[in-house]
């Protein structure tokens, strides 16, 4: 057996090939040279395999991810500190910090940040609370909890562009369904297009919509993680299910709730398709007064209908490092948390 | 030596690998034990008509008029005009493509993500080598970074190549994904036992054997799962298919949705059609395959 032991190069044994094999040959009674020669060249094929297939295994991920990924991530902070048209995107014109110091003075930019900032919170936190919540009753012994589970994480197969296009309909000002709802009940129509607070709840709606769902099952599986134990003894205690849920589930669901914050913040940074397709008049602007235009969008609008692509690029990097702040702060958070346990 | 015989049988399709290790899931040990009482059921319910109604309404509207959809009380039920809405959406709007076209790329990138994700994730949980720490470090941080931060280059990049308008702009920058090699090392690390692949290795057997004959069977059941959230995602990707296609070339789905939605006066039946036209096989899929699919993100949720 010529193979070595262990299957890692580390730990393989001593080679059996090559310079182990000569000095044997010359003391042991002539072995087939043949049969050596056959011999040798395999442990030297199996060596070779348990060296560099690893990398050949991570090499097409991290071809294409060097490629795709992390290459254009990093010129495009190159790019930001030049200046490019999309009519000649080859073209690039050194400008130094000008494309960052045109956004300091840019009233849209601004307004861009704080909107990306408002649309977060009040797509993110309702979401996620009631996502906790829908996850707390499906955590109950159901009939038909399958349908329940199925039928709200449907909204998830429905894209941004279709569920923004329908949700504009649903918001439009005279014969859209929401209005005429709220008249039932005998309320004035809401502008949902062009008031600040009601075009970002609108757009909002739309989010909260297709993710709701989707968070309330990441919550559910780790509901179904926590020992029943922890709930016997605090129904011993005589903890009400609502105390048992506060005392008990949440703090259970930490690590997840955490995960699920990042993970929609993340998101929440990147909205661009919603403000884009609710505008029913069609452009990038979010909105005739840029009430709900978000930062993605604010980039699209600089980089593809004014055509500066090393200002979009500028963008680009100016959120990269507001989500390099957040996730600053949500590690420095996450360590707070778990020295307070 | 009679390595390929003996291995055969031995890497006969990974049996101890079928048990997943810290099952708990459903039944067992599911959290409370309590039944839900009336309150529970009439909140789901509702929470149920609110995820559905949008869908249900796409439907009904895309069944009426355009004239009908601008007239007070918006329409509740079904009409008449479906099958012609479809008709000019597929025919008219290029919405027939459109579908070929987001079919084939979805297929095409959730197999290779499927792929790689496999063997690198393999790589990264059962095997040793130089940098493999930094090289795993480096995939969980950028799976932090939003597409929008390499939109810039990758469009100079595309148009360099004069792949503007083509399927292959949209397709060759995501068939690898940093989520689904981290998701399969994860589960590989619990899924496969390494005395397996010791084993295999003590019979003589190859990596691509090992990959082959002990880790794809080992690993189906997450691979499964990711090639459904991969095609969901790839289906409904909208960012960076806008910009790399234009709506009168050669959209996806969602391109061409959003090219129905511009000009003068939107035909509003005719997007809902498409809405609908775009939406209809992942809502089949998921009440074909809806367990399952609620399954992964469960799983995935637990592993993640």
């Known amino acids: 057996m010529?193979?070595?032991?262990?299957?890692?190069?580390?730990?393989?044994?001593?080679?059996?090939?090559?310079?182990?094999?000569?000095?044997r040959a010359a003391t042991a009674p002539a072995p087939d040279p043949a049969e050596q020669r056959r011999r040798d060249r395999r442990s030297r094929r199996y060596r070779w395999d348990l060296r560099w297939s690893p990398y050949a295994f991570v090499a097409p991920f991290f071809v294409f991810f060097a490629a795709f990924g992390l290459f254009p991530l990093l010129y495009t902070g190159w790019a930001s500190l030049h200046q490019v048209e999309l009519t000649n995107p080859t073209h690039m014109e050194w400008a130094g910090w000008h494309n960052y110091s045109r956004l300091w003075e840019d009233e849209f930019f601004w307004k861009a940040l704080r909107n990306t900032f408002t649309i977060g919170v009040i797509s993110t936190v309702p979401q996620l609370m009631m996502a906790l919540g829908i996850a707390h009753l499906l955590n109950y012994r159901l009939r038909a909890s399958m349908f329940f589970r199925v039928a709200i994480l449907t909204p998830y197969a429905t894209s941004v562009a279709a569920a923004t296009l329908v949700f504009a309909l649903l918001f439009g000002h005279d014969y859209g369904m929401v209005n005429w709802s709220l008249g039932l009940v005998g309320l004035d129509g809401i502008d949902w297009q062009n008031g600040t607070w009601t075009s970002q709840i609108a757009v909002s709606t739309i989010v909260i919509w297709r993710w709701t769902g989707y968070n309330a099952l990441i919550y559910l599986a780790a509901m179904q993680a926590v020992p029943n134990d922890l709930y016997e003894s605090a129904a011993l205690d005589g903890a009400s299910r609502w105390k048992q849920f506060l005392h008990v589930t949440v703090p259970s669901l930490r690590p997840t709730i955490l995960f699920t914050v990042v993970v929609s913040t993340i998101g929440a940074t990147q909205l661009f398709g919603e403000p884009l397709l609710f505008n029913t008049?069609?452009?990038?602007?979010?909105?005739?007064?840029?009430?709900?235009?978000?930062?993605g969008l604010y980039m699209y609008e600089q980089g593809w209908v004014n055509l500066h692509l090393g200002r979009a690029s500028a963008i680009a990097w100016t959120m990269f490092?507001?989500?390099?702040?957040?996730a600053a702060a949500n590690a420095l958070f996450a360590r707070r948390l778990r020295k307070s346990q | 030596m009679s390595a390929t015989v003996s291995s055969r049988r031995t890497l006969d399709?990974?049996?101890?690998?079928?048990?997943?290790?810290?099952?708990?899931?459903?039944?067992?040990?599911?959290?409370?034990?309590?039944?839900?009482?009336?309150?529970?059921?009439?909140?789901?319910?509702?929470?149920?008509?609110?995820?559905?109604?949008?869908?249900?309404?796409?439907?009904?509207?895309?069944?009426?008029?355009?004239?009908?959809?601008a007239q007070t009380p918006p329409p509740l039920w079904f009409g008449g005009n479906l099958l012609n809405n479809l008709d000019k959406a597929w025919n008219g709007a290029n919405m027939g493509t459109a579908l070929l076209n987001t079919t084939v790329v979805a297929g095409t990138v959730a197999a290779s993500t499927v792929l790689f994700s496999t063997i690198a994730g393999f790589a990264f949980a059962k095997l040793r080598f130089r940098f493999k720490n930094i090289l795993l470090m480096l995939t969980i941080g950028t799976m932090m970074v939003p597409p929008q931060l390499?939109?810039?280059?990758l469009y100079m990049m595309v148009a360099k190549l004069e792949?503007?308008?083509?399927?292959?702009?949209?397709?060759?920058?995501?068939?690898?994904?940093?989520?689904?090699?981290?998701?399969?090392?994860?589960?590989?690390?619990?899924?496969l036992p390494t005395e397996l692949i010791e084993a295999a290795r003590m019979d003589g057997a190859s990596s691509l054997r090992i990959i082959w004959h002990v880790v794809f069977p080992a690993a189906r059941p997450a691979m499964a799962v990711l090639g459904m959230l991969t095609f969901v995602q790839s289906w409904n990707d909208f960012f960076w298919p806008f910009i790399a296609l234009t709506q009168n070339g050669n959209p996806t789905m969602q391109v061409a949705l959003t090219g129905l939605?511009?000009?003068?006066?939107?035909?509003?039946?005719?997007?809902?059609?498409?809405?609908?036209?775009?939406?209809?096989?992942?809502?089949?899929?998921?009440?074909l395959f809806g367990?399952?699919?609620?399954?992964g993100i469960m799983q995935g949720a637990v592993k993640g």
């Open chain 2, 150 to 153: 390499s939109v810039v280059p």
């Open chain 2, 13 to 69: 399709p990974a049996a101890p690998a079928r048990t997943t290790p810290r099952g708990g899931k459903g039944r067992g040990r599911a959290g409370r034990q309590l039944h839900g009482g009336k309150i529970t059921y009439a909140v789901l319910i509702l929470f149920t008509i609110g995820s559905l109604f949008p869908l249900v309404w796409t439907a009904i509207a895309a069944s009426r008029t355009n004239t009908r959809l």
């Open chain 1, 281 to 295: 008049a069609g452009t990038a602007t979010g909105g005739a007064d840029h009430q709900y235009q978000t930062l």
């Open chain 1, 321 to 326: 490092l507001i989500l390099l702040l957040i």
């Open chain 1, 2 to 23: 010529t193979a070595p032991s262990g299957f890692t190069p580390d730990t393989a044994a001593p080679p059996a090939g090559q310079g182990g094999a000569a000095p």
């Open chain 2, 163 to 191: 792949w503007t308008d083509q399927l292959q702009a949209v397709i060759v920058p995501t068939l690898v994904s940093a989520f689904g090699v981290f998701f399969m090392r994860q589960y590989l690390t619990q899924a």
């Open chain 2, 261 to 287: 939605s511009r000009g003068y006066t939107p035909d509003q039946s005719l997007i809902m059609a498409g809405a609908l036209l775009g939406t209809l096989p992942l809502l089949i899929a998921f009440v």
């Open chain 2, 291 to 295: 367990k399952q699919i609620v399954g």
